[in-house]
T-cell receptor
Framework: SQQGEEDPQALSIQEGENATMNCSYK?????LQWYRQNSGRGLVHLIL?????REKHSGRLRVTLDTSKKSSSLLITASRAADTASYFC?????????FGTGTSLTVIP | SAVISQKPSRDICQRGTSLTIQCQVD?????MFWYRQQPGQSLTLIAT?????????ESGFVIDKFPISRPNLTFSTLTVSNMSPEDSSIYLC??????????FGQGTRLTVV
């Protein structure tokens, strides 16, 4: 399977703390993306990092990519209760999206 | 961006019956994708729907169980046929822009009793 694996599966933190989740994948990729899903609804795109990039920022989000280790991390800084959701990485190879196993984040007010 | 309207948002169905899920996109797209997300799991691609041709199904999914229509470039339906409790999942339709970003419908939460 080309599905990525994420860890941790679940993460619980206090509001204001940083949250880090990791994604590992198996094949070469065109780009890697992170998505957020609230309560089993549709996924919402957060950020994309291309295979020739190593780090990218968007607001409170920071994504890193290490293609030699086939891994990526998503850092959410200064977390808020509204960040509570499931987060998925997705690798894009050719014309296919492969979604990771997801990390369930709970931010406690 | 693309806005996808998916319906129904949820349904409770009797085993043995069928449910058709509809997705309407606000712009023309070549490919539409249908995913299943079982409780607490990631997304699994069911099939890719191209306008004017039969859908391409992933391993483990067959047309008789999940027939798909794609009558034009903005609309698609997925039918879950002869349902059993194992079909209880969230079903999602999706499109993407040159593989740089995927857009999703709101999801259909299906419970089969």
């Amino acid at each position: 399977s080309q599905q990525g694996e994420e860890d941790p599966q679940a993460l619980s933190i206090q509001e204001g703390e940083n949250a880090t989740m990791n994604c590992s994948y198996k094949t070469s990729i065109n780009n890697l993306q992170w998505y957020r899903q609230n309560s089993g609804r549709g996924l919402v795109h957060l950020i994309l990092i291309r295979s020739n990039e190593r780090e990218k920022h968007s607001g409170r989000l920071r994504v890193t990519l290490d293609t030699s280790k086939k891994s990526s991390s998503l850092l959410i800084t200064a977390s808020r209760a509204a960040d509570t959701a499931s987060y998925f990485c997705a690798t894009v190879t050719g014309n296919q999206f492969y979604f990771g196993t997801g990390t369930s984040l709970t931010v406690i007010p | 961006s693309a806005v996808i309207s998916q319906k129904p948002s949820r349904d409770i169905c009797q085993r043995g019956t069928s449910l058709t899920i509809q997705c309407q996109v606000d712009s023309q797209v070549t490919m539409m994708f249908w995913y299943r997300q079982q409780p607490g799991q990631s997304l699994t691609l069911i099939a890719t729907a191209n306008q004017g041709s039969e859908a391409t199904y992933e391993s483990g999914f067959v047309i008789d169980k999940f027939p798909i229509s794609r009558p034009n470039l903005t609309f698609s339906t997925l039918t879950v046929s002869n349902m059993s409790p194992e079909d209880s999942s969230i079903y999602l339709c999706s499109v993407n822009r040159e593989y740089t970003e995927a857009f999703f419908g709101q999801g259909t939460r299906l419970t089969v009793v």
